[in-house]
């Protein structure tokens, strides 16, 4: 029975419980979940809802916090919990009991700082998309750091995995990592505790800005470093995807990332690309310049289920074949015969399985949102995501091109789209 079997016969089983700590502050609290997925609990009463959530595993009974794995497993889509079984270090067959997983990681939200405005994400994870889209989410009442009582709620937590995993990870994730303020005030407290010889550090960074000398020199002093490159694309489309950043910028930097493998030699590098129907007619380029120029790293591919509009699973009905054919031949492609993108091609054969309702509306939706959101950013979908413009009908070019001279990018990006949505669909 190979992993995906197992997952399908154990529905309810899941190894995020056991190996990771999501800690998220909020206005009014700090949040600490295990995914993305379920629904966050107050850093107070966590520590009794997880010990419920084990125990459920364990007699195969569902969690309704889970409801959302559930569904996507229900739909053929790639859930998180799939997901998570299919990347587990340790032995699969382990995560009801938990009895032998020896790896336990600390994920930490810095805070939503970043220079991206990337069309998947959302204001709680970017100022530059809250700024381009008028988006705006609560303040957050403090940074973790900066917070006593979290702060030492955290640092127990990193205490706890340090003397009780022989795998111990602390992860941080933003925003973009590498420019929060606040990054280098955890790592400073984890070497001044004599602890950083046996921990992993982490980091989630979208290489879109400069790495600097002084963090190397923190990270050596670690037992080990896991660079995850979020990284979704490249060439033009990498441009639409990620405004307002250039893929050179991220070249350059994976040069000066070369060098920082050679100082830390003790690093492992892997890509966490999210698949929208802004890229995934690129995915043919994205595999062919990784294999010319790092064959080596694992992709680990992150299942895009909001904005729901920009899902691969809801193109319009009229293109779906075309993505089959499109996916069926991009599984022959040599970057699977490496072993290092089994994720990936398990996620790719979901958007051909997936149950998909009536799409119609929703890409129709999709075009005023791409349109509008084109205007703000001064590109547009004909040069950047030629390959997609090339196949939409009349109809759905239309929609787009009326929408982006009409779009009134001084309201909220969602407003101006259903002010369009009436008349448009």
Request: one cysteine or more.
């Amino acid at each position: 029975m190979n992993r995906i079997e197992w997952a399908r016969a154990n529905p309810v089983a899941c190894p995020l419980p056991h190996t990771i700590t999501m800690v998220r502050p909020t206005k009014d609290d700090m949040m600490v979940g295990c995914c993305c997925n379920i629904q966050r609990h107050s850093h107070n009463d966590w520590e009794d809802f997880v010990v419920q959530l084990k125990t459920n595993m364990a007699l195969g009974r569902p969690t309704v916090d889970c409801q959302r794995c559930y569904q996507e497993d229900t739909e053929g889509k790639q859930s998180e919990r799939v997901r998570a079984i299919l990347e587990l270090k340790d032995n699969y067959e382990d995560v009801i009991s938990g009895t032998s997983l020896e790896h336990h990681e600390i994920h930490i939200n810095l805070g939503n700082l970043c220079p991206l405005a990337c069309r998947s994400c959302q204001a709680s994870q970017s100022t530059t998309y809250g700024k381009i889209t008028k988006t705006t989410v609560p303040v957050l009442a403090k940074e973790i750091v900066d917070d006593q009582e979290w702060y030492a709620w955290v640092k127990q937590r990193l205490i706890n995995v340090y003397e009780n995993f022989d795998d111990p990870t602390v992860h941080f994730i933003g925003g973009e990592t590498l420019v929060q303020p606040r990054l280098v005030v955890i790592l400073d407290w984890l070497i001044d505790s004599q602890m950083a010889h046996k921990f992993t550090v982490a980091l989630t960074t979208s290489l879109a800005v400069n790495l600097t000398q002084d963090l190397i020199q923190r990270l050596l002093k670690f037992y080990h470093v896991g660079l995850c490159l979020s990284i979704d694309s490249t060439g033009d489309n990498y441009h639409y995807v990620r405004w307002p950043v250039q893929f050179s910028k991220v070249q350059h930097n994976l040069e000066v990332l070369k060098s920082w493998r050679q100082l830390l030699p003790r690093t492992t590098v892997a890509l966490t690309p999210v698949f929208s129907i802004g890229n995934i007619f690129y995915l043919d380029q994205y595999l062919d310049y990784w294999i010319k120029n790092d064959p080596l790293m694992n992709i680990y591919p992150i299942h895009l289920w909001w904005p729901d509009h920009m899902a691969v699973e809801n193109l319009a009905p009229e293109y779906q074949s075309r993505l089959v054919e499109y996916i069926d031949d991009i599984c022959k492609h040599d970057y699977f015969s490496t072993g290092k993108a089994d994720v990936l091609l398990s996620l790719l054969q979901s958007f051909k399985d997936a149950k998909r309702a009536d799409t119609d509306q929703l890409f129709c939706y999709n075009m005023l949102w791409m349109a509008d959101y084109d205007a703000r950013t001064g590109l547009h979908m004909e040069k950047f995501n030629t390959r997609l413009w090339q196949m939409l009908s009349q109809q759905h070019k239309k929609i787009y091109l009326d929408q982006k001279q009409k779009a009134n990018i001084s309201l909220p990006i969602n407003h101006s789209v259903s002010r369009a949505t009436a008349f448009q669909i």
